[in-house]
């Protein structure tokens, strides 16, 4: 395994940087929010389940930027750090998105986000520790496992909620993607019992932030 690259105050500086802004601020989507025609009128319970569930969406996105900020930090690729840092801008896109449709549902975000955002940076370090070939392997299943979950949200959205349901399409589309690249940089496959605990965190995670 190569040597780790060096953690250089710049490099310690943008990563608490990437960390406040993204769970105290209000991100900026460089991307048009994805159009649709306006969703008709929902009922209140109809708006708190479309919240809520893009509430668990903007978590996601959080854990995302935090995934990828460990991962990139410890890379040894320079072009594995770039392919992380492009999918990281488009999750900030999908932050924005989903915070918008969170205010226009009459929503508010996770109380945990904070909790969020340490934990997966947790994870995103410990993948980047055991070098390039695990750590986008951890990112392909990662994203693998958000575009299964996005695609169970357009199944429980209200049918009305065209708006939502738009957001989440593209967001699952550009998941599959990030995925794909992380496949073509040369990705291992996780073992399953790894894949199982993920998949048993992300339920975890969704059910609490369901609710916070």
Request: avoid cysteine.
């Given at each position: 395994m190569s040597a780790l690259p060096p953690l250089t105050l710049d490099k310690v500086i943008s990563?608490?940087?990437?960390?406040l802004r993204t769970v105290f601020s209000s991100a900026i989507a460089s991307r048009p929010c994805p159009q649709a025609t306006e969703s008709s009128t929902l009922?209140?319970?109809?708006?708190?389940?479309?919240?809520?569930l893009m509430r668990i969406n903007h978590v996601g996105e959080v854990c995302a930027q935090a995934l990828y900020s460990g991962q990139a930090l410890l890379s040894r690729n320079p072009s594995h750090v770039e392919a992380l840092k492009q999918a990281s801008r488009e999750e900030v896109d999908h932050l924005a998105w989903c915070e918008q449709r969170i205010a226009e549902l009459g929503g508010r975000k996770s109380l945990l986000n904070p909790l969020w955002y340490g934990a997966?940076?947790?994870?995103?370090?410990t993948a980047g520790?055991?070098?390039d070939k695990w750590n986008l392997g951890f990112l392909a299943e990662t994203e693998h496992q958000v575009?299964?979950?996005l695609d169970s949200h357009?199944?429980?959205?209200?049918?009305q909620d065209h708006a939502s349901r738009a957001i989440v399409a593209q967001m699952k589309a550009d998941e599959e993607q990030h995925a794909d690249t992380a496949e073509q940089l040369g990705g291992a496959a996780l073992p399953g019992p790894l894949k199982r605990v993920m998949r048993l965190a992300s339920k975890v995670m969704t059910h609490?932030?369901?609710?916070l």
């Open positions: 990563v608490l940087d990437m960390g009922s209140d319970s109809e708006r708190q389940h479309a919240a809520a997966s940076f947790g994870m995103g370090i520790l055991l070098g575009s299964a979950h357009l199944h429980t959205l209200p049918p609490t932030a369901y609710r």
